[in-house]
């Protein structure tokens, strides 16, 4: 028996610096391909700062974030919550932040959580490798904080927050879900914006351009529409098309563009990361206590705080708030790991291609091409089902009682795994709307679809979310819920900006 | 590879100008919970910053997501005992299912936004937009303030203060003054040996091209020599000090402590004062204040006194009008500055009192006043020195005001009332 790395609590540099070298080997040893780690110690206080700012190392300064941090320092201070063990940024190298509070055997499992859990899928996963850019992503932050302080010394603070305001309430919609934005540097981004900005200007007077036509009132219903296809994609049409924008105000709303969608693929898979993550850890920490590394002390604090993060209340329990993404995640994994490893009848039958294969590889493969709705309908085993105790319920406004469709049983697997899954697709979690046609020779106002998904219609805040809407188009705002060829609702903002 | 990084020594305040925006953007609805929690607070915790909270729908931020009805499936964890085709009772108030934790979002049952706020920022909310009205007498009051400003430029000072722009202005003017006369030699000759050069080399003349050369070679060595910066070229900013004139003020507390007042009026009387107190303190750093405290007789007494101490007995105003007309003679002169006063009282008076009263406060008094306020705090009908003091704010409207406190609760907005900033 070797001599453990470390027996008590508390932490120094040259023990992080010890454990972060033999996780780096046995991850390795396992295959994990990861970027450069960062691994900044912090304090509470810095702990918080980077709560308020979403996870983004920089950020440019908006009340929401001002809004966040008092409540997370309110509750923390009264001990309402704990704070996170770590956060980890999607970024080359790898930023993870850990928190000086925390044990020795804390930061060991927050290094082989974040450095090489979550790291890998970062590096590893199809979104991630399509949708960011590791390498850019703090120089674009470094620009988009300086433009908008910039913009806030030339045209006051409550013009930018202003349309900040509108850009936050739309930021869902402002993801391109097929197009690949490829990546530039800081400056080179700011180079572009300025010729962007002339570009622009122009480029959208013409669409409005006003010289009269003889014979154009009978065109009115044969013009072509415009936008002549659909746009999802709400910030970029107005980035793009609105009337009245300055370029500054056009520029901020590319930068929530660009932002929402560096944070689109961590939206689709949170279950995959945190369960990744987690598995890893459980893994990484097993290994070095396997390789006598570390204490039976280490494994039994490590051992409570892992049972603690993968608990799941049950759907009657008060702390029950919805699904939690560590425990299942966690378990698919491990489940996939043990289907590879001891395959039962049962996972013979589901999963023939996988049972009784490398499940190194399998897992790769698995975290590698997949997204959180993909990946539950591929890999969500019987087990897991039975486990979990899933059973999944239709609530029909049109029949009076909640009906139990599905559960942990031979019939209801199947049925079970797709609705799980469709709980995870984006698209029908967040309701679709898209850019339908402008006025573009009348009164210029704009009307969106909303293309129903099960009848489900919109909700209470809708209204609100019109008016930024039009803050940002500066003409009248319709709203239209579609269901088939019906329109079922309707919202309007006509009034004249202030 | 990985680096390991300190980060516990860099500020830790990154997010301090999100708070501040976000205090900023909602300063009505913060000013109106401190109003209200000045109200509820004990006289001892009153300054202290604490927990507000704001309604949560005000500073709600809308994002789209579906409404309740529709067809919903939900997969939930942890089934005991239903089978497939039960139904189940749709749970009251509010259904669960669909929005999946967006309840909040809707409306009514949503909870408030709390937070925590410093003391100092509780302090600012407290007091923003208060003021002392009508300070006007200002003087130089000899040495203690001083203001630096700029003064120009000076060709002596000390090296932090150095101009660059201005020395090396200055170095360039020198050097182009010293080799104006040689440039212009220099000029001529380069010509010469120019023309020299165009003619072929046998034909040339010889000794003068040599002289040219020579000359040449001579003046660009001498301008060369011309210092670059020289000490005669520096610059330095010039920065004066001038006095500021400042205003000097004192404040007289005057507090009703007669047997009349029971304890829930001198307690709602020292709120007040605590307030005034605290007020003055914080945004007139050298405002002097006097306390007065007044049953049959009045007597000049300590904050701590003031507070604190249990004297009672009857009850006869004109005392402490007196006794604060005494100090003024002695020791703040009207000329020199601006004074106030604030009484406190129930309203219960000696007698013929009230009259002597007003004698004193017109002639005396307000005439040196900036404004003197009074409050009333009574449950019952006025009696006579409300009426009187009335009769002299409608002849005095601007230096007098009066107002009436029910309950604790009227104290700090009447306090504002009070002491609110006039837009000139």
């Known amino acids: 028996m070797k001599k453990p790395l470390f027996t008590t609590s508390e932490w120094n540099f040259d023990l992080i610096q010890d454990v972060d070298k033999v996780l780096g080997d046995l991850a390795a040893e396992f295959g994990l391909d990861t970027y450069p780690n960062q691994i900044e110690v912090i304090s509470s206080e810095q702990m918080m700062d980077a709560y308020s700012s979403v996870g983004m190392p920089i950020g440019y300064s908006h009340w929401s974030y001002g809004k966040q941090l008092l409540s997370t320092e309110h509750s923390y201070k009264r001990g309402q919550m704990g704070l996170a063990y770590e956060i980890v940024i999607n970024s080359n190298p790898c930023i993870a932040y850990l928190m000086e509070e925390n044990t020795m055997t804390m930061q060991t499992l927050v290094i082989a959580h974040a450095c090489y859990g979550h790291n890998s899928f970062f590096k590893g996963n199809y979104l991630f490798r399509t949708w960011t850019d590791a390498s850019s992503i703090i120089d674009y932050l470094v620009f988009a904080k300086n433009y908008i302080s910039k913009c806030e010394e030339r045209y006051g603070i409550s013009a930018v927050e202003d349309i900040l305001d509108s850009c936050h309430a739309l930021m869902n919609y402002g993801v391109d879900r097929y197009k690949r934005p490829y990546p530039i540097s800081a400056q080179e981004e700011e180079r572009r914006q300025n010729e962007r900005a002339e570009y622009l200007q122009k480029h959208v007077n013409d669409l409005w351009r006003t010289i009269p036509k003889s014979a154009a009132t009978d065109t009115q219903k044969n013009a072509p529409r415009f936008p002549t296809e659909p746009q999802e994609n709400i910030l970029y049409f107005l980035e793009k098309n609105s009337p009245l924008l300055e370029s500054w105000q056009r520029e901020v709303i590319r930068i929530v563009r660009k932002i929402a969608q560096y944070f689109y693929p961590q939206r689709q898979t949170q279950v995959m990361n945190e369960g990744w993550a987690t598995f890893w850890h459980y893994t990484l920490l097993n290994e070095l206590h396997e390789r006598g590394y570390v204490t039976d002390g280490f494994i039994m604090e490590f051992l409570q705080s892992h049972t603690s993060v993968v608990a799941q209340p049950a759907y009657d329990s008060p702390y029950f708030s919805g699904i939690n993404p560590y425990t299942l995640g966690f378990a698919m994994m491990s489940d996939i790991r043990r289907i590879c490893e001891n395959p039962t009848e049962e996972d013979r039958v589901w999963f023939p291609e996988i049972a009784g294969s490398n499940w190194k590889e399998t897992l790769q493969f698995a975290m590698k091409n997949f997204k959180d709705e993909s990946f539950i309908l591929q890999f969500l085993s019987p087990k897991v089902m039975r486990d979990l105790k899933l059973f999944s319920i239709v609530d029909n406004d049109e029949e009076e009682k909640i009906r139990v469709d599905a559960i942990h049983n031979e019939r209801g697997f199947r049925k079970l795994r797709e609705n799980l899954a469709g709980q995870y697709n984006l698209g029908n979690r967040e309701p679709n709307i898209q850019v339908y046609n402008v006025e573009v020779r009348g009164d210029r106002s704009l009307t969106l679809h909303h293309y129903m998904h099960n009848r489900r219609p919109l909700g209470d805040s809708t209204p609100e979310v019109l008016k930024h809407l039009h803050r940002l188009w500066g003409f009248d705002v319709h709203l239209h819920s579609v269901d088939g060829n019906d329109i079922k609702q309707s919202f309007h903002c006509q009034q004249h900006p202030s | ?424």
């Open chain 2, 1 to 424: 590879m990985s680096y390991i990084i300190d980060r516990r020594l860099n500020a830790k305040n990154k997010s301090a100008v999100n708070r501040q925006r976000f205090l900023r953007r909602y300063r009505e609805q913060i000013q109106k919970a401190v109003s209200d929690a000045v109200n509820e607070r004990s006289i001892t915790d009153i300054d202290k910053g604490g927990k507000v909270s704001i309604p949560g729908r005000d500073i709600n931020e809308p994002i789209i997501h579906h409404g309740q009805g529709g067809y919903n499936e939900r997969v939930l964890p942890g089934n005991k005992q239903f089978s497939e085709g039960d139904k189940i009772a749709r749970p009251q108030g509010g259904s669960g299912q669909g929005g999946g934790g967006k309840a909040s979002d809707s409306g009514e049952g949503m909870d408030d936004f709390s937070f925590t706020l410093s003391q100092e920022e509780f302090l600012d909310f407290m007091f923003d937009g208060l003021e002392l009205p009508n300070l006007i007498k200002r003087q130089l009051s000899g040495l203690e303030e001083f203001k630096t400003v700029r003064g120009g430029i000076a060709n002596e000072g000390q090296p932090g203060r150095m101009n660059i722009v201005r020395s090396l202005r200055s170095a360039n003017m020198r050097r182009l003054a010293l080799s104006g006369g040689k440039r212009r030699q220099l000029q001529e000759l380069n010509a010469e040996l120019a023309e020299l050069e165009k003619i072929p080399e046998s034909a040339r003349d010889l000794i003068r091209y040599r002289e040219v050369l020579e000359l040449i070679a001579k003046l660009e060595r001498s301008i060369s020599k011309i210092p670059w910066l020289d000490t005669f070229d520096l610059k330095y900013n010039l920065m004066i000090k001038q006095p500021v004139p400042r205003s000097k003020a004192v404040m007289f507390c005057i507090m009703d402590v007669s047997g009349s007042m029971d304890q829930a009026t001198k307690d709602i009387a020292k709120r007040f004062f605590i307030l005034l107190y605290l007020f003055l303190q914080r945004n007139y750093e050298k405002t002097e204040i006097v306390f007065i405290r007044h049953h049959t007789s009045a007597k000049e007494v300590d904050e701590d006194e003031f507070f604190h101490s249990r004297e009672t007995g009857g009850t006869v105003v004109s005392s402490a009008l007196q006794l604060m007309q005494e100090i003024i003679k002695d020791r703040y002169s009207p000329e020199q500055w601006n004074i106030y006063g604030a009484q406190a009282s129930d309203g219960d008076n000696w007698g013929e009192d009230s009259d002597v009263c007003r004698d004193i406060l017109v002639d005396d008094l307000l005439p040196g006043c900036q404004y003197f306020s009074y409050i009333e705090i009574t449950n019952n009908e006025h009696q006579a020195l409300w009426s009187v003091y009335e009769s002299i704010q409608q002849q005095y409207p601007d230096v007098f005001a009066l107002q009436h406190i029910r309950g604790v609760g009227d104290i700090y907005p009447v306090f504002r009332e009070l002491f609110h900033k006039k837009v000139a």
